[in-house]
């Protein structure tokens, strides 16, 4: 959300009550009764809300003006930092005034810590309490991360909090469900915020320390964990994103820097050359020469693939540039890959 502020909604917000701007915001943020993530969203001018009303409510999906996210930040912050001091006295008043702050500024790090406070103050209260509250966050955060704000998606902030949260579901042994991670944060994020690195190295840190690990009272935390079909989720959706090089190189990583994560290391050959092949017959019949797509390419073929996809690579790039001939890009995406990969490969035994 863009903080510069054009006459009409400085007009809005000097004529607007705040304190009922904040009320209706929190009210919003955490009314909902159901578990599915809230899809925020900032109206245009073009779609006025009524006299009086401030947000837009409808299921699971809230809407609102940008003076009202203006005029409830004015209000959070002033509670934010009066109880603050005295946190343990008005927990839930700090929470929803830092969520209020987030929803305007999501690299506003008082209002993330202030928030990490309030679960720390459940850490002396009996587990399901504090189980409770860290589900609670999780779908705060993860609506924060969704939704239709551009700077959330992609919030450093946002991020490591949620981050946090994991540790701290971790060390009590909270059951984590990693492929619905994925399908309902991680890849939505990605959808909306393109190239988003941030929700990509998440889910890297996830892989390498959640997945493998197990908590304080011995459980492991992703319980059921299938690597495999976690695999060709991420693949399927590259295929469907082949410029976003975010994407690509997680799952570059899955293939090649870490596959005893997702995998045991077992057939590793043979699953990189499953998703060469899968990904050169895309590549030839859609005419790809975007570079995001070759340079995984030349570092998967490079890494050591079958002898069969080694020679439909090369023989790929001589398709494509027949295909390409005039085009001057293509044809430099195309032979720096070929020579990129010829300069590195590793020498790996193929079947």
């Not at 998967?300 to 295909?323: C, N, P």
């Amino acid at each position: 959300m863009s903080r510069a502020l054009d006459k009409d909604t400085t007009a809005t917000i000097k004529s607007g009550n705040l304190q009922v701007a904040y009320d209706d915001l929190v009210k919003a943020l955490f009314s909902s009764t159901t578990s599915e993530l809230l899809e925020i969203e900032i109206l245009g001018k073009s779609h006025a809300l009524p006299a009086g009303s401030n947000v837009l409510v409808d299921g699971n999906g809230i809407a609102f003006p940008k003076s009202t996210v203006l005029q409830g930040f004015i209000v959070a912050r002033q509670i934010l930092f009066k109880y603050l001091p005295n946190l343990q006295e008005r927990p839930q008043e700090v929470r929803n005034a830092a969520a209020v702050v987030l929803l305007m500024d999501p690299e506003h790090i008082t209002a993330a810590n202030a928030r990490k406070r309030v679960i720390e103050l459940y850490r002396l209260r009996p587990v399901e309490e504090l189980r409770a509250e860290l589900m609670r966050e999780l779908w705060w955060v993860d609506s924060m991360l969704t939704a239709r704000l551009y700077r959330h998606t992609k919030s450093p902030t946002l991020w490591g909090h949620r981050r946090w949260v994991l540790q701290v579901c971790q060390s009590v042994g909270m059951p984590y469900d990693m492929q619905r991670d994925l399908t309902t944060v991680i890849l939505v994020a990605a959808e909306r915020h393109a190239r988003n690195y941030y929700a990509w190295l998440h889910l890297r840190w996830v892989v390498l320390n959640l997945q493998s690990k197990t908590s304080d009272s011995g459980g492991g935390i992703a319980e059921g964990f299938d690597g495999s079909k976690l695999l060709s989720t991420v693949k399927t959706w590259c295929l469907r994103h082949q410029d976003d090089t975010a994407g690509f190189s997680f799952l570059l990583f899955c293939l090649v820097e870490h596959p005893e994560a997702l995998t045991g290391g077992e057939s590793s050959i043979e699953n990189k050359s499953s998703i060469c092949k899968a990904l050169l017959d895309l590549a030839v019949s859609f005419k790809w020469t975007n570079e995001s797509v070759w340079a995984f390419l030349r570092a998967l073929v490079a890494s050591g693939v079958t002898e069969e996809q080694r020679i439909a690579f090369f023989e790929s790039i001589k398709v494509l540039a027949e295909a390409r001939f005039g085009n001057a890009k293509a044809q430099s995406t195309l032979q720096a890959a070929r020579d990129w990969c010829l300069a590195n490969e590793m020498g790996v035994t193929r079947g």
